[in-house]
């Protein structure tokens, strides 16, 4: 048995196999017992070639691996197991660190999340749920075969350097799509150089101080029939959410089926299994999302089945991740028909609750249709509960979700952006608003990275779990002003109500200055504007009982330390 990794707390421990091994039991100090269970590993080598194409090889001869993370000091037996023979036995002693731990709720204010030793955590997340697939020429001018390529790991590099840059610590990944499942056609048969390749996305977010949200699936029909087209949306989007699936020649016909037969359900979580086995209890890890958008499967007429194996197998995932929070998604928060969904869902299985919601005007709800502010707003008035709660993808797009925003292109100073991503937190959000369309649809295209900063800055050393903020908004005509009040600080948001998306991105016009704005506040010791707009004018005077806003040309982040 051999083992790397430091030997601290909290730190991952690898134990690498030359015989074969079935389990290995962790004598912790306390006399306690913890087990953990060897996986396949298959060493890969991910290589580059002149156009910057991804290319991955086997590199090796496949073994059995062990990881595992103490969440203690101390001397320590590890004892490996054939069956009830032990293999061996070695003393390991595990050091101090300065890691924090587990990401949790927080036990001071449940709306909010900290690691184990208690230090705050608010999330500044952002999608990059999968890397860009480029289609591959066919020699011919113009031409395009139907396969498709990626840049891959070295994308998600680039990635995740600027968003760390910019103070974002948690990004959601689709591990259910192409380019990173694990999945064959046949159930309970893996390609282990797949997890070898997720191994090194964890390296890359550890790299970056990123934590990392797992999405495992996002499947939504069985289609055995049709072959995608790499040149049309919407095959692009077949790619995503196609599946094929067989058991012993047996092919799962539809979702009906494959949420009701017990050997999909046991393929599934035996799937689940090999993901805990390398990821449960690595601290990079922020939260496990067992689907995306789970109600948007393709079943009959009822969303029973989907709440049936919700209510069953999120606490069988939980126990797989013991250490980790674990959640699941619904769709967009967009109509009386989907809140319906949002209010049936067994929030009390997961462990925070999340929202999508996008600034849509072919949405039900009115709210969805003109400003981002009250499209944030208007969806924490429709969820009612005391978890977390988390606005896990937001932007805008063409009416009912029928691409990326016609206006985007426009947008160089991210207004549809700051008012997605900013406003959650002064609603009493854990966390920023989780923008989608995160590559060259949106942010990367504009280069809207520096926009994480401000906000970075603005929550950077704020103690959320303990100030026990109240959301107030005091908005008038002429600006909105959305504040977080506190204890000892509050955080606030003020923004020209006129500078929005219809005025400057579809009608190209003008917008002067908001000329002024008060807020009325007793014990104020000090007022830090965070600017976010390199051209705006935003200013501000204040005393002991009031801060007066002057000649407000887009808007700005502030921090109000109390007496």
Known sequence: MKISGKLKKYSR????????????????????????????????????????????????????????????????KIKAYSGNAMLEEIVLNIGESDSHG????????????????????FVIGINTAFPTSYGISDGTEFGLSVSHK????????????????NGVNVARVW??????????????????????????????????????????????????????DSNSYSDD???????????NGKRCEDIDEWLSGDIWRKAWLAKVGEFAKRYSGDTELFAVELWNEMNCLCVRDSYLDIYDWNKQILPKVQ???????????????????????????????????????????????????????????????????????????????????????KFYVNDDDGIIFTDAVY?????????????????????????????????????????????????????????????????????GYIRNTDYNWENVLRDLKNVPSADSFKINLTGIKSVELVPVWDKDKTTAVFDSESVAFKNITIGTLFKIRMI
């Open 13 to 76: 421990i690898t134990f690498d196999f030359d015989v074969p091994t079935d389990s290995i039991k962790i004598i912790r100090p306390d006399g306690s017992e913890d087990t953990v269970y060897p996986f396949i590993y298959q060493p890969i080598t991910v290589s580059y070639d002149s156009e910057g194409i991804e290319k991955t090889e086997i590199s090796g001869a496949a073994h059995q691996k062990c990881r595992y993370t103490p969440d203690f000091s101390g001397s320590v």
């Open 102 to 121: 587990y990401i949790k709720v927080s036990q001071n204010d449940k709306k909010y999340f900290s690691y184990t030793d208690g230090t705050p955590f």
């Open 150 to 165: 990626y840049i891959g790991l070295r994308q998600y590099e680039r990635w995740f350097k600027k968003l760390s840059q």
């Open 175 to 228: 591990l259910g799509h192409e380019y990173f499942t694990p999945d064959t056609e046949n159930a309970f048969r893996f390609d282990y150089a797949q997890f070898s390749k997720i191994d090194m996305l964890f390296e890359l977010a550890k790299k970056y101080h990123i934590k990392l949200k797992i999405t495992l699936e996002q499947f939504r029909f069985f289609d055995y029939d049709k072959v995608a």
């Open 237 to 247: 989007v077949f790619r995503k959410f196609n599946k094929k699936l067989y058991y």
């Open 319 to 405: 126990k797989m991740f013991p250490n980790h929070l674990v959640v699941n998604s619904l769709g967009s928060l967009d109509s009386e028909y989907a809140k319906q969904m949002y209010d049936n869902f067994c929030r009390d299985k997961v462990s925070f609750v999340q929202i999508h919601r996008y600034l849509d005007q072919g949405a039900g709800y009115d709210d969805c249709h003109r400003s981002p502010i009250d499209m944030i707003r208007g969806a924490f008035e429709k969820v009612d509960t005391d978890k977390p709660v988390y606005i896990a993808e937001t932007g805008a797009v063409n009416n009912c979700h029928s691409g990326p925003f």
């Open 423 to 491: 406003t959650p937190l002064f609603i009493k959000s854990c966390g920023a608003g989780c923008i989608w369309h995160w590559d060259e649809r949106y942010v990367e295209a504009k280069n809207l990275y520096g926009l994480f900063k401000p906000l970075s800055l603005l929550t950077s050393n704020v103690a959320f779990d303990k100030e026990d903020f109240e959301p107030l908004s005091i908005s008038d005509k002429n600006v909105d002003v959305l504040l977080l009040k506190g204890k000892t600080v509050t955080l």
